[in-house]
């Protein structure tokens, strides 16, 4: 059973930082690329960052030099570290693990909340 498990959401204030993890399981981690997505109040649902199977990483010009994605394929787990964090990336993070378009998953979400 492939599951996907988010950690580190919280609250923090504008400027400061936060450390997203994502675990994966029941599948082969290292052939997924792994994203982060999020969804902010009557908004739809928006790319942040992508990290391929080899490493590529590609990122939402709303994040550019604050947020890094990172993978740690021997320990099955992705992250999101996050700096400068501003009221509007106020919203849920879902970890995204694709492979296919049938071998397509998602996580539950962690909320942040930026706010002072």
């Known amino acids: 059973q492939v599951q996907l498990v988010e950690s580190g959401g919280g609250l923090v204030q504008p400027g400061g930082s936060l450390t997203l993890s994502c675990a994966l399981s029941g599948v082969i981690f290292s052939t997924y690329n792994m994203g982060w997505y999020r969804q902010a109040p009557g908004k739809q649902r928006e790319l942040v960052a992508t990290?391929?199977?080899?490493?590529?990483?590609n990122y939402a010009d709303s994040v550019k030099g604050r947020f890094t994605i990172s993978r740690e394929n021997v320990k099955n787990t992705m992250a999101l570290q996050m700096n400068s964090l501003k009221p509007e990336d106020t919203a849920v993070y879902h970890c995204?693990?694709?492979?296919?378009?049938?071998?397509?998953?998602w996580g539950q979400g962690t909320q942040v909340t930026v706010s002072s």
């Open positions: 990290i391929t199977s080899d490493y590529t990483t």
């Open positions: 995204n693990a694709r492979r296919t378009a049938s071998e397509n998953f």
